[in-house]
């Protein structure tokens, strides 16, 4: 080998071996203390994105089915339309005021059991008001 090559294996070596021995291994440890809170952290943004989903299909739901019963379409139609867009076992709430129609759709969502640190369930709400179209009953 030339010198030169030589030289930097032996400055190589030289700060490998010129580590003290509480230095070693530090890296993993940090990296031991540090990757379960990443985890966590991540753990609980993919839940805070379930429950902001969530909340879209509850507006979803809420304009959906308001706007049927606007149109003058059945309140079952109207509430099965609610259903399919809302997330299961979300509460549906139509009532009729003079010629607006309102409906009101919550839904709890459940904190992740999978966390090791429970998180209390969250109340996602929507509400939507129509004015009835048509003879202003919006029933045909």
């Given amino acids: 080998m030339s010198d030169e090559t030589s030289g930097k294996l032996r400055v190589v070596e030289e700060s490998v071996r010129g ?8 890296v993993t440890a940090e990296a031991a203390v540090v990757l379960p809170i990443v985890a966590a952290f991540a753990l609980a943004l993919v839940w805070m ?7 879209i299909q509850v507006v979803d739901a809420a304009r959906d089915a308001a706007r049927s019963l606007a149109r ?9 339309a609610a259903h399919r867009a809302a997330p299961s076992h979300a509460d ?12 009101s759709v919550t839904s709890e969502q459940d904190g992740p059991g ?3 640190v ?6 996602v709400h929507a509400e939507s008001t129509v004015e009835v ?4 009953t919006g029933r045909r």
């Fill in 49 to 55: 994105v379930a429950v902001g989903v969530a909340q």
């Fill in 133 to 136: 179209e048509g003879d202003g």
């Fill in 118 to 123: 429970p998180l209390p369930a969250l109340t």
């Fill in 19 to 26: 580590r003290s021995a509480p230095e070693r291994g530090s």
């Fill in 72 to 80: 003058g379409d059945d309140l079952e139609s109207a509430v099965a």
């Fill in 114 to 116: 999978w966390l090791l």
């Fill in 92 to 103: 549906i709430d139509v009532s009729f005021a003079g010629d607006t129609v309102h409906v």
